[in-house]
């Protein structure tokens, strides 16, 4: 397959390597200093595109993919106030979008636990939970995209939960977390339930970025030749 990437950045250039080992070709790579190679044209020679930029850049990004007709791939976090209306643009006019706010397989299944442990703490109002979220310094959007999923589904499951707050006052109906920012940390969340007895922990701690650029390429190969919107769900059915 010819793959573009857009954004090669840590991710950009571990996705790389996953493609090549993959047997792909990458027809494609633009970063800021080449935007004038980011041209309609030259994307149209791929057959996906993955995107891992800036919060920023990642919706222009998209568009100009979509523009192409060429299914992308986005891993970009901290742009997700405009994630519905892409999703819309992608359904409505056939055009391939792909999105997880983490491609790791071990995240997913985590997403899963997370979603499970949940509903079952309905029964159990003793229970309190927060979380954190720990990664390395570079990382500009706090919480990470991960720890916003894994918040969602909460306050979806959970019935005592309404919103998160991230590092906020003592607020019973408001999820709280905590996001730290340390070295070179590729990315640790945990999900916190504490009763006056004990305490039950869950920690998804990601060893490097390789996990992420495997589910990444693993996402695109999904996607060729595919129009409308999908996401893990769709890919790792569960
Ligand atoms: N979904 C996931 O599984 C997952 C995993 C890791 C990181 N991420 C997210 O992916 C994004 C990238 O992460 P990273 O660690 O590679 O960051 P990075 O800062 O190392 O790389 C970002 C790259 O984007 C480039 N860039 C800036 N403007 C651009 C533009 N207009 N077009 C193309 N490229 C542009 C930068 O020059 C840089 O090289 C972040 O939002 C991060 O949170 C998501």
Redesign the pocket.
Known sequence: MNIAL???????KEIEQICLERNHTVSLI???NN?AD?TVENLKKADVAIE????E?ALA?IRKCFEADVPVVC????WLEHFDSIVKESNESGKGFFY?????LGVNIFFKMNQFLAKIMNNFPQYEVEMEEVHHT????AP??TAISLAHDIIKDLDRKQNWQLDGQDNAEALKITAVRRDTVPGIHTVKYESPVDFIEMTHSAKS?KG?AL??VVAAEFMAGKKGAFSMDDLLKF
Do not use: E
């Open positions: 857009i954004g090669y950045g840590k991710m950009g633009i970063d800021i935007q980011f891992f930029s800036k919060p850049t990004n891993g970009t976090t901290g997880t706010s983490n491609y790791s570079q990382k500009l959007d990470s995209g970025r992420f589910g990444a």
